[in-house]
């Protein structure tokens, strides 16, 4: 069996970042104790999600879940840090991977000036074991594609006609959930307390989930999640990226 290399620090020198997934609670599941960190540390941290998450609750018709998700994903962003959430409004469960898509996402970067963008899997699988969701693999790959996109005044020109000049400042995406992580945060007390919180603003998501007691069901999957990491990160609770470097 292949020994797994150690998982290296995520770098520190930048000010500002932008996380761009595809459905409220995506960066709920472990990466918020890396944000709070982040933003308790004076880093901005500004959030862009694709869709809304309406077709994510079985038993609440897409009109009443939007505004109900949408609602949960600003009060989890602000326990930490975030303040600026914004919605794309692509439908939820049928992302497209297209110009269309990349041309959003390429806009919010010009918006934000990031140097650190942050996305969720774009892989087919979760690590061979489960099929990832078409919603995710768009939104990753197209972020990942808009980075570049964000920098080149010729891709999209019309984005400079409404005034979002190029952005060629992005120096790395980092990929949450990712099964060949390359860096890693580690996850402070303080820290891993505000990722629970955090992902229990998604009361209504969580109980349409499992019947198990909520607060239980976050602690155990964010330790779980965060102690895998750890185990390649010095042995404490981590949270791990794929780092792409531009």
Same mark, same amino acid.
């Given at each position: ?7 290296? !620090?995520?770098?520190? =020198? ?7 997934? &595809?459905?409220? =609670?995506?960066?709920?599941? *472990? ?7 982040? #933003? ?21 018709? !897409? ?13 989890? +962003? ?29 806009? &919010? ?9 942050? #996305? ?24 990942? =594609?808009?980075? &570049? ?13 409404? *005034? ?21 945060? &580690? +996850?402070?007390?303080? *820290? ?20 198990? =007691? !909520?607060? #239980? ?7 779980? +999640? #965060? *102690? ?19």
């Amino acid at each position: 069996m292949t020994e797994l290399t150690e998982l290296r !620090p995520m770098p520190e =020198d930048w000010h500002r970042a932008l996380a761009v997934v &595809a459905h409220p =609670d995506d960066l709920e599941y *472990g990466c918020s104790a890396a944000i709070a960190q982040w #933003t308790e540390a004076g880093r901005e941290v500004a959030y862009v999600l694709a869709t809304r998450g309406e077709a994510g609750i079985d038993t609440l018709h !897409p009109a009443d879940a939007a505004p109900l998700r949408e609602r949960e994903q600003r009060a989890s +962003a602000a326990v930490v840090g975030v303040s600026a959430v914004e919605f794309l409004d692509h439908r939820d469960g049928v992302v497209e991977y297209g110009t269309a898509l990349r041309r959003d996402i390429a806009a &919010a970067i010009r918006r934000h000036r990031p140097e650190l963008v942050i #996305t969720l899997n774009h892989r087919d699988t979760w690590g061979g074991v489960a099929w990832n969701t078409p919603d995710h693999v768009a939104v990753g790959r197209a972020t990942l =594609d808009a980075a &570049a996109d964000a920098g080149n005044r010729w891709i999209f020109p019309e984005l400079v006609e409404q *005034g979002l000049e190029p952005w060629d400042g992005v120096r790395w995406v980092a990929v949450a959930g990712s099964a060949t992580p390359t860096h890693a945060v &580690a +996850a402070t007390e303080a *820290g891993l307390e505000a990722a629970v919180r955090s992902l229990l603003e998604h009361r209504a998501y969580i109980e349409a989930l499992t019947d198990q =007691d !909520p607060e #239980t069901y976050v602690r155990e999957f964010l330790a779980s +999640a #965060t *102690g895998a990491a750890g185990e390649r990160f010095g042995g404490w609770p981590a949270v791990a990226f794929e780092l792409f470097t531009r």
